[in-house]
């Protein structure tokens, strides 16, 4: 039983490697081959889901920010965001209550209260 215990925690901290396993493989074996990683670099092909011209994403970005600002602007003006309003010029967003059940609190509390006051340094 000790081995097998030994056994599964070198699997689980990644000391311990499985040939064809899916969860338990090699690091390495989750990146491009060094050769694939040398062809995509010389030709400037970085695969990543966003474009990797900066001046472009940056607009990109922008654009989709001013959207934002402008879908939000329209909410506040038809009073459809909960807890939010605007008075006297003043942006005011009341606070954010509990969506727990009180029975949910109370268990927290004395979960919380059986719990061991330990310092940090400790």
Known sequence: MSALSEFRDGLRSGDILVSGSHQYQDFEDYLLPAKQWQEIGEHHQILVAITTEYTTYLKQ???????????FSYLIAKTELPGVVIEKGKLIISAVTSNLPDGAIQFRDRVYGLLLRIKLTD
Request: charged share 35%; proline share 0%; aromatic share 18%.
């Open 61 to 71: 970005r922008s654009t989709l920010l001013f959207e934002k600002f402008d879908h």
